[in-house]
Structures are given as C-alpha cells and as structure tokens.
C-alpha cells in the first residue's frame, strides 16, 4: 500500500528546505504543493486541523504582518480565520507534512526523524 505524502511547502524557506531534504534521505518523496501559489481549499486545512488535533490558531504565523493587521474579532472565530488562510496563505506555519493519515508541522525540521521513523 502506498501512503500519500504531501508538503506544504516554500522554496524559499530554510525550514521548509530542510524539511524536504529531510524527508527525502528518509526514502519519503512527497507531492510538493507550493501552498503560496497553489493555497489549500478550507477542507484541506479543516482536514489538517483535525489530523493535528489543533484549533486554527495553532498553525498561524503571528510574526507576518498580515497577521498583525487582523481584526481580533477574526483571531476567534475558526471559521472566518480558514477563509483568512486561504486567501493569504503566507499566514500559514511552514512546512506541513501530511503522512497518510497523520501530519506534522514540521517546525523545527528535525521532529520529521521520528514522524518518519528513520
């Protein structure tokens, strides 16, 4: 049986570098979704979010200034901040590994060695 693996990733993101290389050295080659260009659908990230067991919130990057321009009235409301993402998917933490049935943000790097059992 073959486990569909896919990372959320960028380029241009050390961590998100690491992370693939990572995964590939572990014999894991995943499909690359460029998620800046190609921004998941609401059921991919609700469906993310229920793998990882985690509110919205939790896969936020708060440091990004479109982060800090949020209406706090959005930061509370799960569904309006999934619509938020999809529209500005730089919000979203990076990289997300998605393993099968399981998931992982990958952050630091290092944590895909045992998601993956290496």
Known sequence: ??????????PKCSKSQQALELLIKGNVFPKIQLYLQ??????????????????????VRKTEAEFKSLDPYILTNEEL?????????IL?????????????????????KSFIKY
Not at 81 to 89: A, C, G, H, R, V
Not at 93 to 102: H, T
């Open 92 to 112: 979203i933490e990076r990289p997300i590994v998605i393993l099968g049935k399981k998931a992982l943000i990958a952050r630091p790097p290092s944590l895909i």
């Open 81 to 89: 901040l999934i619509e938020i993402l999809t529209k500005n998917p």
């Open 38 to 59: 190609d921004p998941p659908s609401k059921n991919e990230i609700k469906g993310v979010l229920s793998i990882l067991k985690l509110n919205v919130i939790s896969i």
């Open 1 to 10: 049986m073959v486990v569909k693996t896919i990372i959320w990733h960028n």
